[in-house]
C-alpha cells in the first residue's frame, strides 16, 4: 500500500485549498444592500434576503416614512440618491442597522433602519463656487450612490467639490483626509468598489476646470475614475477620458460594472467613434483595473445614426452574470434594443461591433429625436431562479415597440412604461432570449429589484419631456430656462412601489397613492425583510411586514 505523508507540500496544499473552497461556499450571500444595484456586478438581485416572499408580500404595509433636511428644488431632480443598506453595524449603543442616503445638498444621513429616526448626518461644505449657471441637467449638485466597505466599517462617498471621502458608518467621523477624485460639480455617478479600488464615471460635461485669468475654463470630458483606497493615508488616482470633449462620457445610474478578473465595464452617451482621437462615443467600453487602459469595446454598427438622433447607448448600466460558464454582459439604450456581448469578446474583431445577440426593438418606435424619453433607462437586472433559469428584467420607457415580440403574459396596454422579463437560453451554443412576461402600464419605472423570487419595481411618475413646446431657442437656451426645469420637475403621477412574481409577473402588490410625490433616477431597495424607497421631496419610506 502507498503511504503519502501529511506533511507532504503538495498535500497541505490541497488541503488548504480545499478549506478555503469550502469556506467559501459556506458564506451566506449578504442580506443588507451596500452598493447600488446590490453587487458588483449591478445584478439588482439580494441573495440573502428571505423575509419577503410570494406568499406573504401581499400584506406588505407601510412600517414609517421620514422627511430629511434637505431641500427639494425644481432645477435639482435627484434629491437624494438611492439608499444603501447596512446590517449590524457595531456603535456605542449596540449593533444597528443602517440606512444611508446622501442628499444633494452635501448632507450624508445614516438612519435607524428599523425606525426612520436619523442616527447621524454631517453635511460637507463646498469652498468652491459654480463659474456656470446650473441646469437640470448638471445642477451643480452630487448625485453619486455612495458605496460601503462593510469590512473596513467605511462609506466612500464624493461630494459637490468633487472629494472622495471615507467616513466611519458608526458616527461619520472621516477616516481617510478627502481626495479629489473629479472635478467640482461633475456628474459623478454610482459608485463601485472592486479590488480596494473605488470607481465613478462623470459625464454630461458637468464640472468646472478651474481658469487661467482672463479665459474661459475647459470643458470637463467624459471619464472613468479610479481611486485606489487600499492605503487610506496615501490613495491613488488613475482615469481613463472617454472622450476629449463633452460628449461621449459614460452616465449610466450605475457607474461601472465589475467584469471578469477586476475589470471594469461602463456604457458612453452621444458622440463620435474614432478610437484613433481618442473618442468612444455611443460604446460598450471593458477596461483594466484601475482604469489604466482599454482592453475591448463594442460599438453598434448604427452608432452614427444613434448619435444624430440622441439615442445614447449609454442611458443604461450594463448587467454582468454568469451563464452556462460564459460571462455575458447585458447592454441596452434608448434606441430599445437589448445586447447580450460576450465578455471575453465584446464585439469580435477587427471591428468591434458584432453582438452575441440582438434582440428585436423592444421599444422606442418614436425615435429619431421625436422622444428622448423613451427606450430603455436606468440598468438592467439579473435574476437565476432556483432550478437555474435565468432571466432579465428591461425598465422600459414608453410603449412597446410594434416589433416587440409577444409576451406570453401580459398585464395590459402598457403605453407609458413597463418591465419586460425575458429568460436567456442557449441552442447550439447560441444564445438568446424568449420573452416572458410584460408588467402593466407604469408611467416610466426605474431598474427593478429581485430577492426570494419576488421582483420589486417603482412607477417614478416623472415628466421625461426635456423640451416643452413652450420654451423656444437653441437646445441650450432651452436647458437654461427656469421653466424647462419646472416643468421637468412637476411629476406627470405619483410613485407606486409594485411587486410581481418573478418567473410569472403576476402582481402580487402595488401601494397605489401611499407615496404622493415622485422620484428621478432611483431605484427600490430591498434588504433585511423591508423594502426602501426615496421620492423628490427627501422622503424616506420603509415597506414591510407588520
Not at 421620514?66 to 434629491?79: D, E, N, Q
Not at 463656487?129 to 458605496?147: F, I, K, Q
Not at 483595473?289 to 453598434?300: G, Q, V, W, Y
Amino acid at each position: 500500500m502507498l503511504k503519502i505523508s501529511i506533511s507532504s507540500p503538495a498535500i497541505v496544499l490541497a488541503s488548504l485549498l480545499f478549506a478555503r473552497a469550502c469556506s467559501a461556499q459556506n458564506i451566506a450571500p449578504a442580506r443588507d444592500w451596500t452598493t447600488w444595484g446590490y453587487d458588483q456586478e449591478r445584478t439588482g438581485w439580494n441573495r440573502g434576503e428571505t423575509s419577503l416572499s410570494k406568499s406573504n408580500v401581499s400584506r406588505m404595509r407601510l412600517l414609517w416614512n421620514t422627511r430629511l433636511s434637505t431641500p427639494a428644488k425644481g432645477i435639482v431632480l435627484s434629491t437624494l440618491t438611492a439608499p444603501l443598506v447596512a446590517e449590524g453595524v457595531s456603535t456605542p449603543q449596540g449593533p444597528k442597522n443602517l440606512l444611508f442616503l446622501l442628499g444633494a445638498d452635501d448632507t450624508m444621513f445614516a438612519l435607524e433602519a428599523d425606525t426612520g429616526k436619523v442616527f447621524w448626518q454631517k453635511t460637507f461644505a463646498n469652498p468652491a463656487t459654480p463659474t456656470w449657471a446650473a441646469t437640470w441637467l448638471c445642477s451643480n449638485t452630487v448625485n453619486d450612490t455612495p458605496v460601503i466597505d462593510k469590512q473596513k466599517r467605511i462609506i466612500f462617498l464624493i461630494t459637490s467639490d468633487g472629494r472622495l471621502r471615507a467616513l466611519n458608518l458608526s458616527d461619520g467621523t472621516d477616516r481617510m483626509k478627502p481626495a479629489g477624485m473629479v472635478e467640482p460639480f461633475a456628474r459623478a455617478w454610482s459608485l463601485n468598489l472592486i479590488d480596494n479600488v473605488v470607481y465613478t464615471t462623470s459625464g454630461r460635461g458637468c464640472g468646472q476646470f478651474p481658469a487661467t485669468k482672463g479665459a474661459k475654463a475647459p470643458v470637463v470630458p467624459g471619464s472613468v475614475s479610479a481611486m485606489d483606497v487600499s492605503n487610506l493615508d496615501d490613495p491613488k488616482l488613475t482615469r481613463f477620458y472617454t472622450s476629449g470633449t463633452k460628449y461621449s462620457g459614460p452616465w449610466g445610474r450605475g457607474g461601472v460594472t465589475r467584469g471578469p478578473n477586476g475589470t471594469v465595464i461602463t456604457q458612453t452617451a452621444d458622440g463620435f467613434y474614432d478610437p484613433a482621437a481618442g473618442d468612444f462615443g455611443e460604446t460598450v467600453l471593458k477596461l483594466a483595473p484601475k482604469a489604466t487602459r482599454l482592453l475591448d469595446s463594442f460599438t453598434p454598427s448604427n452608432w452614427q445614426s444613434l448619435n444624430t438622433q440622441d439615442l445614447d447607448l449609454g442611458s443604461a448600466s450594463s448587467d454582468v452574470f454568469v451563464f452556462q460558464n460564459r460571462t455575458l454582459i447585458a447592454v441596452a439604450g434608448k434606441e430599445g434594443f437589448l445586447y447580450l456581448l460576450d465578455a471575453a469578446d465584446l464585439g469580435g474583431r477587427p471591428n468591434h461591433s458584432s453582438p452575441l445577440y440582438k434582440s428585436p426593438q423592444l421599444g422606442n418606435d418614436a425615435a429619431e429625436g421625436k422622444n428622448p424619453g423613451e427606450g430603455v433607462w436606468g440598468s438592467i437586472t439579473s435574476y437565476e431562479t432556483p432550478d437555474g433559469k435565468r432571466f432579465l428584467y428591461v425598465p422600459m420607457w414608453g410603449p412597446p415597440s410594434k416589433n416587440a415580440p409577444q409576451f406570453p403574459s401580459s398585464g395590459g396596454a402598457a403605453p407609458h412604461g413597463s418591465i419586460m422579463a425575458f429568460q436567456v437560453i442557449a441552442q447550439s451554443d447560441k444564445v438568446s432570449l424568449l420573452p416572458q412576461w410584460i408588467s402593466p402600464d407604469m408611467i416610466v419605472p426605474d431598474p427593478p429589484v429581485v430577492a426570494n423570487g419576488v421582483l420589486f419595481a417603482i412607477q417614478t411618475g416623472e415628466q421625461t419631456i426635456q423640451s416643452p413646446d413652450f420654451v423656444h431657442g437653441t437646445q441650450d437656451e432651452i436647458n437654461h430656462n427656469p421653466l424647462s426645469a419646472k416643468y421637468r420637475s412637476t411629476p406627470v403621477n405619483n410613485l407606486v412601489l409594485f411587486a410581481f412574481d418573478a418567473e410569472t409577473g403576476k402582481q402580487l402588490y402595488s401601494s397605489e397613492k401611499i407615496i404622493p410625490d415622485w422620484v428621478h433616477f432611483s431605484e427600490p431597495v430591498v434588504a433585511l425583510g423591508k423594502v426602501f424607497v426615496v421620492s423628490h421631496d427627501a422622503h424616506v419610506y420603509a415597506f414591510g411586514l407588520k
